[in-house]
């Protein structure tokens, strides 16, 4: 249902403020429209309901006149011989005047005292926010102390995210870190221009050091490794870019390093991988195969590339896989390509096959499909854990190899790295810059994070291996590091670094927490003061305006030497580099005597030749600063909008009078909605931001300031080190995952007299259960929703309802053959106000208005004829069949012996409903069925398919209904039957059929497919429940759907009409209730979910562990349910009461579908509360924190 218009009909939706641009509606120029002259003075009608419809019988005559009307004044608009009333005269510049200015800035609102003591969020003169810190600044990871047992992130500074990765991935290596430190000769700060002793002091960095994170200070070890690696290290490709820096930055320290004549043996031994090429081929003229060895390839890296999604990373390699040699010049029988031949000259092609000759220690793998920058492939790759190379090596020398580390490539455009890195002690973490987390391979409901096994792959293809620990999956891993598994890193003697080297790291160290410490209390002792110096005290006293996020980021800066981004200088800049009147909420006041000080202080804002060749001001007073042209944009927008709110008005009350002159004649969704026309072209026209319009627009300015102050303030800050933005965000949202299951836990009510579906999935499946699930107060009010009305005896819909939105001015009058649509509602207006309108819409006119021959189309109206003569049809119909179409009064086996009754097959029946119903809802174009096909009854021998004799009433209805002779001559009348099948019941009940049952196997051949095919679903909801112990679960006597039976399919839960469970809040569900000590009272859990039959019970199990903190390990599970006779492994036998079905570990791996689990069916668990205590340790189960785990 569209929105009401008169929400865009207002200046302050349209993200104007009330207080700042009221004055506007004062101006002469928002004169109020007069009224048309041509408007009759006739008494006024009511105005139709804008559902009602013209009715083409009635009214064929009005039509045709408001044709001919309509004819002749488009010939009139396109001679344009009507005009229309002039405009409002336009707000120009020379009409802005400083008190205008004043108000739209926020300004005319002077504090009492001055300096303004308050913390106002929205006051241009108050600083009081910056001056006493009112923010509350989260403390950086390079400022916090180091977890016991972590791993010390890096500090991310002028785009060196990948010098983070490559660091954190090598120093995690035990035989490259002894190497490292098996270097003596390190004498201080000259030794710091080499890369051995620069990542020496480095790793010593990372070993001793006091806080989470290692801060990229000026003089430190790590600022001298990023310079290097940068200049030097990176100085060797001219051609590099960021997205192959990490590769490079790998390959070439590796070259520097074996470049080193003391780590070469033992590097190259470490990281080489030599490559013999065996070419194979074939002679033409003497057929014989030839066989050779090529020159051998020696490099450190192997380079794989995929192609295909999901594809395995053995698959990948692309240096290891056999190419072809197309049109090679060879040699038969020469010593150089081969033994033996007929010594001719040929061109064949050979195949070429590399084989491993020389195996690494570490295996480094790149992904080159990341750097095609024409495609971009984001494809998911599959990688193992155990990397398995022996098919490759020469001589099938075994070559298994372990998972080290794997660096990701965020994004598609967004250059960032981050890595998963396995440690010495075998523990997996995600180092992101600064940010280190250990790695959990725990299911997630979306997309997993930063910090999952599976980082960087779609919701869906990461559930395929959520269950397969070996393996792992992305679409980002841009670096593998492979270690071989028969080289033991942890019993490998770790070799200490030299003294001297320790020495003086741990001597930088304490410099560098004594210097940080005094230098940032004396930047803010001296930006304090100066930012007290720059408060107004005097209103009298000329001041300026600045932006307020450059003054924060300025204030909140660690640097002595703020240099802002041009970013900040523009944020509050319209297009004529002055201070927007749209962004007011984001300037401060300063006192205009002292702003020299702001840039000439030390501690001051420096601008930089290149920002200062841009001509961005750093403050600007209001009479220089204060855009007058964008103000007389603003307020002429507004003048703008209450015009067309008026004319809109207008037209409205102009619709509902008698008029004597010439008319328009224009749609009923165009009169309410062509304010929105208007509004489009007008800010189409004059340029107008929309997306600055929709920021000012929120309903708390104050929280859009401050959310904006803290993003552009972080930028400031942390400008020596840029944040990166995750790409796989932006890739999130550019895709529809679907999963295939949905937790619909909020579809199951907390009360039982309240029905709904709160929760709105994504799923279309889903969403099918979902309504399947909603109770009667919700069906009523849906019927409420859409009401109809009768119109000639017909009921049709409420034209409100799912009408689509408005493109073009009297749209909903043209059909789709370009002419009037006949069953269109419509009004009539005078021809001044129609020639406003459609000049206020500018080009967003229906062109078809304007033909010769715009009337009424006579397909349309034939259609519509058509329509309610199938209507009509429909509504006999029912009246003549009205107990078959409720299906009441059927025939009964016991009060209706003898009669002759006929069997209809339950499509029909099916169809024939829907198409009456269409009819009731005006919609039906003509009959949708022609024949009563009754072949679904009858099987291939033309005997009826199901043992009727031996069905209940209720049964039948499943398949059939039967009707009385004279409800069959009917439906014989209107819909030819293919079969007749007709039948009577006899004394014992039984229905005896012509034809009769089928005796050659085709009743038990449907039976034993009907009872399968309940085992095999998609999305179908399942109950689990919890219970105190198995004697809480009900008991029943267990009665099979044998592939020969004929009993349905019913609840394993109990006999009657199913209770839908009742749910507890997740924060307090589970088997301990609220925090606190271990009770029997406390709320039992129920929850539903969809599942497929191909789930396995684990999932049920971590659905079990998401909705109660309940581990899996400590889950015992029941099944109580008639599908579960006969199944291997569970004691359940055909007519016993047997208690229910315990699981054991053997069944977790077995889907639903084996464990004959059906839709609907309840899982019954129980918490082991001994376990919890004693996993708990203290008998204690804090519920929230295993909710924050799972």
């Known amino acids: 249902m569209k929105d009401k218009i008169s929400n865009d009909l ?191 002091a480095m790793f010593v960095d990372m070993d001793t050091h006091a806080n989470r994170a290692i801060a990229c200070s000026p003089g430190s070890v790590f600022e001298r490794l990023a310079l290097f690696a940068t200049q030097e290290i990176m100085g060797k490709d001219a051609d590099h870019e960021v997205l192959k820096c990490v590769s490079e930055f790998l390959e070439n320290t590796i070259d520097t390093l074996i470049a080193d004549p003391r780590l070469e043996p033992e590097l190259s031994q470490l990281f080489s991988v030599s490559l013999m090429r065996i070419a194979r081929w074939h002679c033409p003229n003497c057929e014989t195969d030839h066989e050779s060895q090529l020159s051998p390839a020696t490099s450190y890296t192997v380079a794989a590339y995929v192609s295909a999604e999901e594809c395995p990373l053995d698959q990948c390699l692309v240096d290891l896989q056999s190419g072809t040699q197309t049109g090679v010049s060879l040699v038969c029988g020469s010593d150089s390509h081969g033994q033996g031949g007929c010594g001719a000259q040929v061109k064949v092609d050979r195949i070429v096959t590399p084989k491993i000759q020389t195996l690494p220690t570490v295996l480094v793998i790149r992904n080159n499909s990341l750097m095609d920058r024409d495609l971009k492939r984001r494809l998911h790759v599959v990688f193992p854990e155990t990397l398995d190379l022996t098919s490759h090596t020469l001589n099938h020398v075994p070559a298994t190899y372990t998972l080290s580390s794997v660096i990701f490539h965020h994004g598609r455009w967004v250059k960032h790295f981050s890595a998963h890195v396995k440690t010495i002690e075998k523990k997996w973490f995600n180092f992101n810059d600064e940010q280190v987390s250990e790695v959990t391979s725990r299911p997630t409901s979306g997309n997993p994070p930063e910090n999952h096994r599976n980082y960087f792959s779609a919701a869906n293809v990461a559930n395929k291996y959520k269950h397969r620990p070996g393996l792992r999956v992305s679409r980002g891993a841009f670096i593998w590091v492979y270690v071989r598994a028969n080289v033991n890193e942890v019993d490998l003697p770790i070799v200490p670094p030299p003294e001297t080297v ?43 305006l600045i932006s307020e996020p450059l003054l924060s980021a300025w204030y909140n800066c660690d640097e002595i030497k703020y240099v802002p981004q041009p970013s900040l200088l523009t944020y509050s800049l319209c297009e004529h580099k002055l201070f927007s009147p749209r962004k007011v909420h984001m300037l401060k006041c300063l006192r205009a005597e002292n702003v020299s000080l702001l840039s000439s202080e030390p501690c001051g804002i420096h601008l930089p030749e290149s920002i200062n060749k841009l001509n961005l001001p750093l403050t600007l007073s209001v009479e220089n600063g204060c855009c007058k042209e964008c103000t007389a944009k603003a307020v002429n927008h507004i003048l703008f909008i209450e015009r067309v709110k008026n004319l809109h008005k207008e037209a409205k009350r102009d619709a509902r009078r008698e008029h004597e002159g010439a008319t328009q004649t224009i749609g009923s969704e165009t009169l309410e909605y062509w304010p929105r026309l208007a509004l489009s072209a007008y800010v189409k026209d004059n340029g107008l931001d929309t997306e600055e319009e929709e920021l000012e627009g929120c309903g708390d300015s104050s929280k859009v300031k401050s959310d904006e102050s803290d993003k552009v303030e972080g930028e400031g800050s942390k400008l020596s080190r840029p944040q990166h933005v995750n790409g796989d965000h932006c890739e999130e949202k550019m895709e529809t995952v679907t999963s295939s299951s949905c937790d619909i836990t909020s579809c199951v009510p907390e009360n039982d007299n309240v029905n709904g579906c709160d929760n709105q999935t994504k799923d279309t499946n889903a969403g099918k259960v979902c309504d399947s699930v909603v109770g009667k107060e919700d069906k009523n009010s849906s019927k409420e929703a859409g009401e109809t009305k009768d119109v000639d005896g017909i009921k049709v819909k409420d034209s409100k309802e799912l009408t689509k939105e408005l493109l073009l001015f009297n ?87 003898g009669k002759k009754v006929f069997l209809v097959s339950r499509d029909f029946i099916s169809d024939w409903k ?44 499943e398949y059939m209904v039967l009707a009385w002779e004279d409800e069959w001559e009917v439906l014989k009348q209107l819909y030819p039957p293919s079969h007749t099948i007709e039948g009577a019941f006899q004394d014992s009940g039984i229905l005896l059929t012509t034809p009769g049952v089928c005796e050659a196997g085709c009743v038990e051949d449907r039976a034993a497919q009907d009872y399968e095919d309940q085992f ?25 759907r044998t592939p020969s039976g004929t009993s349905t399919a019913v609840n394993n839960e109990t006999l009657g009409p199913r209770k839908k469970p009742r749910l507890a809040s997740k924060g307090n569900a589970g088997a301990g209730g609220e925090r606190g000590s271990l009770s029997t009272s406390h709320r039992l859990v129920r929850a539903s979910k969809y599942f497929s039959s191909t789930d396995t019970i684990r999932e049920v199990q971590n659905f079990i562990a998401e909705r109660t903190g309940i581990w899996p390990m400590l889950q015992t599970l029941w099944l109580n349910g008639e599908g579960q006779v006969g199944v291997p492994g569970l004691s359940i036998k055909d007519g016993d009461e047997a208690a229910p079905t315990q699981l054991t570990d053997d069944h977790r791996a077995l889907t639903l579908n084996s464990l004959r689990v059906r839709p609907g069916d309840t899982i019954y668990f129980r ?24």
């Open 10 to 200: 207002s200046y302050i939706k349209a993200g104007y403020q009330s207080d700042k641009w009221k004055w506007v509606l004062s101006l002469p120029q928002n004169s109020v429209l007069p009224a048309a002259s041509d408007v009759g003075s006739a008494a006024s009608v009511p105005l139709p309901s804008d559902t009602s419809l013209s009715s083409t019988a009635e009214k064929q005559d009005e039509q045709e006149s408001s044709t001919n009307e309509a004819c002749s004044y488009s010939e009139d608009m396109q001679k344009s011989d009507i005009k229309s009333s002039s405009p409002s005269k336009q707000f120009t510049i020379e009409e802005v005047t400083r008190e205008n200015l004043l108000k739209v800035y926020g300004l005319d609102k002077v504090p009492k005292v001055l300096p303004c003591p308050k913390k106002c969020h929205n006051n241009p003169w108050c600083l009081a926010e910056l001056l006493n810190g009112s923010r509350k600044e989260k403390a950086r990871p390079t400022d916090q102390p180091r977890v016991a047992g972590q791993p010390v992130g890096l500090q991310n500074t002028a785009n060196t995210c990948w010098i983070n990765s490559a660091v954190q991935a090598l120093y995690q290596l035990p035989r490259f870190r002894n190497a490292i430190n098996n270097v003596d000769g390190f004498i201080g700060e000259e030794s710091l221009s080499s890369m051995v002793y620069l990542l020496q």
């Open 502 to 544: 320790v020495e003086y790291v741990l001597c930088k160290q304490e410099e560098s927490v004594t210097v940080n410490h005094q230098l940032q209390a004396k930047i803010k002792k001296e930006r304090k003061e100066l930012l007290t110096k720059l408060c107004v005290t005097d209103t009298s006293e000329d001041f300026c």
């Open 811 to 897: 749209e909903d009058l043209v059909c789709q053959h370009n002419l009037q649509t006949p069953n269109a509602t419509m009004y009539k207006i005078s021809m001044s106000i129609a020639a406003e309108i459609m000049e206020l819409c500018g080009s967003s006119i229906h062109p078809a208005i304007y033909q010769e021959d715009f009337s009424s189309c006579p397909e349309c109206l034939a259609q519509l004829e058509e329509s309610k003569r199938a209507c009509g049809s429909g509504l006999q119909q029912k009246k003549q069949l009205a107990n078959l179409f409720k299906e009441v009064k059927r025939p009964h086996p016991v009060r209706d012996l």
């Open 914 to 957: 829907s198409y009456i119903r269409s009819c009731e809802r005006g919609e039906a174009q003509s009959p949708a069925i022609n024949t009563l096909d009754n072949s679904p009854l009858l099987c291939p021998h033309d005997s009826l398919l199901f043992p009727v004799h031996g069905m209940q009433p209720h049964e039948l209805t």
């Open 1016 to 1040: 095999t679903y998609e999305c179908e909801v399942i109950h689990v429940r919890q219970v105190n112990s198995v004697n809480d679960i009900p008991r029943r006597v267990v009665q099979s």
């Open 1167 to 1190: 918490a082991a509360v001994e376990d919890m205590e004693l996993a708990a340790g203290d008998g204690v189960v804090e519920f929230n924190e295993m909710d924050e785990d799972w």
